[in-house]
């Protein structure tokens, strides 16, 4: 067999794979016709000898390993003592089936086998690619580099966007001319990072939400990366991504393999919004549990902007209360309550639940909160030690460490080498015996810092094998505890990529609960994620981060259409401001099932504006929101292009959020046509075609439509 071709929706991939020769991406693009056969592909591709050039055509391949004598790009570096550094991968046998396939390539000289294992989504054409090298000789082979996988781009893509940020400035993006070499990006940081997110997007250059060729890659892993987008002098481009690796981290003795994190890639010549569908449903169809996916996700409270580590059992009895009272459906009782935790100085590594802060323990609580129907879910910080605290006072050889370098402190802490069984084993029997012994539904799994000394306990660098670790302690508490939802935060979004998610359910999309910003972030992070999955939270009027006040409309319309919490005092907010959080609880809950299962649509607005929906997949009714994030150089903003619509059914347009509206200077359209109230119908196409002029709304306010197929 020379080649696999898998076709789906827009898209076609082609993949060479003679034996005997390299293994390569041969064609990934808009869908071609069954008529088009892969031998035309093959003679339309023939390069010629070049002066300044080698005088043959060098292959690329999915490694671009040394031994094919490509000057400019190597994304594997392997070696036994300073030897067998100039491995040539060829094909050796490929297994297909309908929608996955194995090659299997080998370098006899080397005695390297890599294993490409490649899984295609037949309906949305999403790729999953992950590789797999075997020392086949009898030394050890040290492994320096290896990226999953190589995948050529065409270069009439001219543009590169990066997902880039801080703590509580997440997923921001960042687009930029494809240069002349190499684009890089990476993280060494022993975590997903706030700053270097593991996806890029390649984009012709006038490509936007709604139209336009967009090529998106994301690798599906928690830990070190580096992501390169490599255009060669010989006009071809090649992107690629891995796992990054420390000297000396991955040793590999005969027999023993290294397993390379999965890339999931989609293309889509239908603009960003269209690719963002398709991760969405790869992340909906593959990654969630079903029996998760089938129950609607409960609304949060969250203790930590409200107590902080201010823990006082009757103070968080009356917060439920009045949580439940508002809606809400899941009580979740943040950092503090265990060990010496009483301050980020000390405790981490004592969990056990605090005497001192709760004498009876936590069931009165717990029972309180299930008392009043609502689940009880607990946080966690495992992977982490203060020094002040018994599990360091007894084992302080248990962080991670560089002999002779003292690791340093990130908020107080150390990380734990969870790679060694005893201190895994220490972690997941804690955690067991806490949620065997209460009825708690739901882990918040923090990490607070970054790995930045990641040795291990014979002196080799575990980073790698810390992600492994992270993995394998959440499936062995999921194993244990089915019924327990985790979600992973690290300081906000730092841990929110496709690899946790395949051990988790939900993610903290950000530490900032500042409507402004996150309306920006939760966009950023749509890009890969569906919203169900991004933990949105109203947070108190007085964001603790950035110091601005904002509009309890504003903070509720920008959770209620994520994973929606809520995280503020409710023992001092103002009895308005309450009684319209209650509104828009309800008004999530009404609209949950479509908001989580529905396509979202992102849409291109004036930079004052950011609008986006999400239609119901039979497109029998969609909610679409609009920000006013910035003050408007006009008298009125733009029209309001809905976007996913059936054009051939009407539509019934309702302004839903938020309630009572005024506008500035009545009558706006929202009066005139009662939208406010009973609504006006619309064909699809004029929704579609025509847009709805937008009434002027203040700076930092939003509006939600609902419309409904009538
Ligand atoms: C960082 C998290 O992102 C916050 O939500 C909170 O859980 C704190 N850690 C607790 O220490």
């Avoid at 990006?185 to 890029?200: C, M, V």
């Avoid at 790995?451 to 194993?479: C, M, T």
């Avoid at 300081?491 to 500042?514: E, I, K, Q, Y």
């Amino acid at each position: 067999m020379g080649h696999l071709r898998f076709d789906a929706g827009d898209v076609t991939l082609v993949l060479a794979c003679a034996v005997g020769a390299p293994p390569s991406l041969h064609y990934w693009g808009a869908r071609l016709g069954d008529e088009v056969a892969v031998e035309e592909l093959e003679r339309l591709s023939i390069r010629q000898g070049m002066h300044g050039a080698a005088d043959v055509d060098l292959p690329l391949s999915l490694a671009m390993e040394p031994g094919l004598g490509q000057p400019m790009l190597h994304a594997f570096a392997a070696h036994r003592e300073g030897r067998d550094w100039g491995s040539l991968f060829t094909v050796a046998s490929v297994e297909q089936d309908a929608d996955a396939a194995t090659i299997s390539c080998r370098d006899e000289r080397t005695a390297l086998r890599i294993d490409y294992r490649i899984r295609f989504d037949t309906v949305t054409g999403v790729v999953g690619i992950s590789s797999t090298l075997i020392n086949e000789g009898e030394a050890v082979l040290d492994l320096g580099e290896m990226a999953t996988a190589c995948l050529p781009i065409p270069a009439t893509i001219t543009d590169v966007i990066g997902f880039t940020g801080r703590w509580t400035q997440e997923f921001g993006q960042e687009r930029m001319p494809r240069p002349t070499g190499t684009y890089m990006r990476e993280n060494r940081s022993g975590r997903t990072s706030h700053f270097s997110y593991p996806a890029l997007l390649l984009a012709g250059a006038d490509t936007d939400e709604s139209q336009g060729e967009v090529y998106g890659l994301h690798l599906a892993w928690s830990g070190n990366h580096r992501l390169r987008v490599d255009s060669l002098t010989d006009g071809r481009v090649v992107a690629s991504m891995g796992a990054l690796l420390f000297p000396g981290e991955i040793r590999l003795a005969a027999g023993e393999s290294y397993a390379s994190p999965e890339i999931v890639a989609a293309y889509s010549t239908s603009g960003f919004s269209a690719l963002s569908r398709k991760f969405h449903a790869h992340v909906r169809g593959k990654l969630l549990h079903p029996e998760m996916r089938a129950k609607p996700r409960p609304v949060h409270y969250n203790t930590w902007e409200a107590v902080y580590f201010g823990h006082d059992t009757d103070r968080l009895k009356e917060l439920a209360t009045r949580a439940a009272a508002l809606g809400v459906e899941r009580f979740v009782l943040d950092d503090g309550w265990f060990g010496g935790r009483r301050h980020d100085r000390a405790g981490l590594g004592e969990w056990q639940v605090s005497d001192a802060v709760y004498p009876q323990g936590l069931k009165p609580l717990v029972d309180h909160v299930t008392g009043l129907g609502m689940e009880f879910g607990l946080w966690f910080e495992p992977e982490m030690v203060n020094p002040d605290s018994d599990l360091y006072r007894a084992h302080p050889d248990w962080v991670l460490q560089i002999e002779g370098v003292e690791q340093v402190p990130f908020r107080n802490q150390y990380a734990l080498d969870i790679s060694r069984a005893e201190v895994a084993d220490y972690l997941f029997e804690c955690l067991d015996a806490i949620l065997s012994g209460h009825d708690i539904s739901y882990i918040k799994w923090d990490m607070n810092r970054d790995l930045s000394h990641p040795g291990g306990a014979n002196g080799q660098a575990v980073a790698y094998k810390q992600v492994i670790a992270f993995y394998s302690l959440l499936d062995r508490i999921r194993e244990a505890h089915p019924q327990v939802e985790i979600e992973s935060c690290a300081s906000g979004g730092a841990r929110a990529d496709m690899g946790a998610l395949t051990h988790c359910d939900r993610v903290w999309t950000s530490d900032s609960n500042d409507a402004l910003d996150r309306q920006y972030i939760q966009r950023g992070a749509s890009f890969f994620l569906p919203p169900e999955v991004l933990g949105c939270h109203v947070g108190p009027a007085h964001c603790h981060v950035t110091g601005r006040r904002l509009s309890m409309a504003l903070r509720a319309a920008t959770a209620l259409t994520g994973h929606m919490g809520i995280e503020l005092n409710l023992l001092t907010d103002r009895q308005a401001d309450l009684d319209q959080l209650k509104a828009a609880i309800a008004l999530h809950k009404k609209h949950r099932a479509l908001l989580h299962d529905g396509d979202l649509y992102r849409l291109d607005t004036a930079a004052q504006h950011l609008a986006s929906g999400v239609v119901a997949r039979d497109k029998s009714g969609a909610l679409f929101s609009v920000a006013y994030v910035a003050s408007d150089p006009h008298i009125l903003p733009g029209r309001l292009y809905f976007a996913g619509l059936d054009e051939n059914r009407s539509y019934r347009v309702k302004l839903v959020w938020p309630e009572g509206w005024q506008a500035l200077k009545a009558p706006s359209l929202i009066e005139k046509l009662d939208l406010a109230n009973e609504g006006a119908v619309f064909s699809g196409a004029a929704l579609l075609r025509a847009g709805m002029q937008l009434p002027h709304a203040k700076p930092e306010s939003c509006l939600l439509f609902y419309v409904a197929a009538s």
